[in-house]
T-cell receptor
Framework: QQQVKQSPQSLIVQKGGIPIINCAYE??????FPWYQQFPGKGPALLIA?????SEKKEGRFTISFNKSAKQFSLHIMDSQPGDSATYFC????????????FGTGTRLTIIP | DGGITQSPKYLFRKEGQNVTLSCEQN?????MYWYRQDPGQGLRLIYY???????QKGDIAEGYSVSREKKESFPLTVTSAQKNPTAFYLC????????????FGSGTRLTVV
């Protein structure tokens, strides 16, 4: 019940396209959903996060869409650029207990020129 | 600049040896975490500590040990009991509310030779 399932495992998109990465969860106590971006040889960095009281959040070219009834959330990257090539992790946590993040398995995104 | 420093960046271990990975933070964060990253498996929690002199096992603690004698330091020892230690190890830290943002180090790549 603590899992966060992420898909696809890898994704190749042409420059200017809109890559979409999907995540699903089972634990209805989850109430915070961040996305992390990781470049090769580096640690992940917080990209954007959403709480379930909103269905969408935008920060620059990055958008999170959230579907509470389906227990799914997704990351969209508008006007994707080769510099967006990285591994993306979704995560979730609950306000109960120690608030540790549960991470998805990651998506390796490649944006080709 | 505040941040997390992991050392060394690359580490080679002979079979049967114990090795210790260093993690130091100057962010004054209360909590620290160790994750293991393998291709296609995302970030798996090894150990975490929310206060000095206290730590808890994560999902894959077998074959690893930690200590938290100082707030800024959380070293990880990979023991000879860990049968498949070759991986990328990431240290992170956070402050309450912990789930609102983990700061990650740049990682240590451990290879068994």
């Amino acid at each position: 019940q603590q899992q966060v399932k992420q898909s696809p495992q890898s994704l190749i998109v042409q420059k200017g396209g809109i890559p979409i990465i999907n995540c699903a969860y089972e634990n209805t106590a989850f109430d915070y959903f961040p996305w992390y971006q990781q470049f090769p040889g580096k640690g992940p960095a917080l990209l954007i996060a959403i709480r379930p009281d909103v269905s969408e959040k935008k920060e620059g070219r990055f958008t999170i869409s959230f579907n509470k009834s389906a227990k799914q959330f997704s990351l969209h990257i508008m006007d994707s650029q080769p510099g967006d090539s990285a591994t993306y992790f979704c995560a979730a946590s609950s306000n109960f207990g120690n608030e540790k993040l549960t991470f998805g398995t990651g998506t390796r995104l490649t944006i080709i020129p | 600049d505040g941040g997390i420093t992991q050392s060394p960046k690359y580490l080679f271990r002979k079979e049967g040896q114990n090795v210790t990975l260093s993690c130091e933070q100057n962010l004054n964060h209360d909590a620290m975490y160790w994750y293991r990253q393998d291709p296609g498996q995302g970030l798996r929690l090894i150990y975490y500590s929310q206060i000095v002199n206290d730590f808890q096992k994560g999902d894959i603690a077998e074959g690893y040990s930690v200590s938290r004698e100082k707030k800024e330091s959380f070293p990880l020892t990979v023991t000879s009991a860990q049968k498949n230690p070759t991986a990328f190890y990431l240290c992170a830290s956070s402050n309450p509310p912990h789930r609102s943002g983990y700061t990650f180090g740049s990682g240590t790549r451990l290879t068994v030779v």
